[in-house]
C-alpha cells in the first residue's frame, strides 16, 4: 500500500474516533463557525446581544463533520439564548429552521438589573416563559404563562406603575 495511501486511511480512522467536541476544536469547524458569526454581524439572532459570549447553534444536527452542514442550518446565539433553546429542545419544544425562518421563536433579554441579574423572556408558539437568573447565571425563578391573557394581565400591571406622557 502507498504511503498516501495508508496516511489517508489513517486520517480518516482518526476522524470517526473523535468526539464531537474534540470536532468542535478542529479549524475546519473554527473557520465556519468564524463565517457564520460574520454573517450575522457576530450578534444573537435572537436577541440582539453582541456583548455576551457567542455560539453557532446547529439548528439541524448532520451525521457528518460540523463544518460540512450546510450554513443555513447554523445560526448565532448569544450563550443566554442558546441555553433557552436547548431547554426547549430537553422539553420537547420544536425547535427546526421553520422556527427560525419564520421567526416564531422570539427572546427578549434584558441585562443589568440592580445586581446583574437578567430577565428573559422567551416565546414560543407553544409556550410563554419568564425566567430570572443572578448575574453568575443561577436561576432564580421562572413563569409559565398559558395564554396571552396572562401576558395582558401583566401588562396591565406594569402599565398601571408607569406614568404616561
Avoid at 26 to 44: G, T
Wanted: proline letters at 2%.
Amino acid at each position: 500500500m502507498a504511503a498516501w495511501v495508508f496516511c489517508l486511511w489513517l486520517f480518516i480512522y482518526k476522524m470517526e474516533k473523535l468526539t464531537y467536541s474534540e470536532k468542535l476544536r478542529d479549524p475546519r469547524w473554527q473557520k465556519k463557525r468564524l463565517q457564520i458569526m460574520n454573517r450575522d454581524k457576530f450578534a444573537c439572532k435572537l436577541c440582539g446581544d453582541c456583548e455576551t459570549t457567542l455560539n453557532v447553534h446547529h439548528i439541524e444536527y448532520y451525521n457528518g463533520n460540523p463544518w460540512e452542514i450546510d450554513n443555513s442550518k447554523l445560526i448565532t446565539l448569544c450563550e443566554h439564548c442558546h441555553y433557552e433553546i436547548e431547554s426547549l429542545k430537553k422539553n420537547n419544544y420544536t425547535i427546526d429552521s421553520i422556527s427560525f425562518k419564520n421567526n416564531l421563536i422570539k427572546i427578549y433579554k434584558s441585562a443589568g438589573w440592580i445586581g446583574g441579574s437578567r430577565i428573559m423572556f422567551i416565546s414560543h408558539p407553544d409556550l410563554f416563559q419568564l425566567k430570572v437568573y443572578e448575574s453568575n447565571n443561577e436561576f432564580i425563578t421562572g413563569f409559565n404563562f398559558t395564554d396571552v391573557d396572562d401576558l395582558n394581565s401583566i401588562v396591565r400591571i406594569i402599565k398601571s406603575f408607569v406614568k404616561i406622557q
